[in-house]
């Protein structure tokens, strides 16, 4: 097959996703549009770019993982039920999948991966697909971006074992961290609003992501 018949089935069976997105339950069509932007075939190794739109998890390099669509979906919507966010920051950068969906919606994306190869591989890739807003970093997702801090939004696509309320320092009063919690066997995907005094979490259902480990991996 000629590239050009690649890039066409690529984008119908992309729009197929999205049809699978929304009967799934995901009801933010902006959520949708972007989905429908990004093209996730780019961001996975060529010999499973066949699969890039079933609604799976799937190997990247280093035993890390790009997200389900699915829960992609879920969490973008949760970042934009926000009162307009303009400043995101995604702990786990991995395939930059997430943050090229966030990056159709949000004006500043900054974005934290523990593996510096999968940083280059991210940042090269951005710039290859023309996503200027997304700046990203080899870091301890742990600590946050300190220097750019406050944030609207953190969310966190690895899983820590328990809340690190820590990053709530990083986050504006009203802002959102929207993280899953848990070990091998059960996690749950919580947001966490950030009041004046304290905070309150709403549970939002199961999920399964590879954990948020600390330290940094040059
Ligand atoms: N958002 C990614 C999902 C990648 S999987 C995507 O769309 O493809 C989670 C990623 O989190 C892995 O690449 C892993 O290396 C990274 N990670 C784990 N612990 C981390 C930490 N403390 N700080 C930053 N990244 C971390």
Redo the contacts with the bound molecule.
Sequence with gaps: MNAHGIGMTSERTRHRMIDRLRVRGIGDERVLMAMTQVPRHL?VDEALAHRAYEDDSLP?K?G????QPFV?ARMTEEVIKHNHPVKVL??????????AVLAQLIDQVFS????DK?TRIARRRFIKLGYRNIRCKT????KGWATEALFDIIIC??APEKVPYKLLDQLEVGGKMILPVGDKKQQKLIAIVKEEHGCHEEMLGEVF??????GVVR
Excluded at 112 to 115: D, M, S
Excluded at 139 to 142: A, L, V
Excluded at 209 to 214: D, G, I, N, R
Aim: glycine share 14%; aromatic share 14%; hydrophobic share 45%.
């Design positions: 961001f990247i280093f890390q993982t790009i997200s992609v995604e702990l786990g950068t991995g395939s930059g999948y997430q943050a934290i991966e523990r593996i999968l870091g301890d997702g742990f696509t690895a992501f590879v954990p948020l480990l600390e």
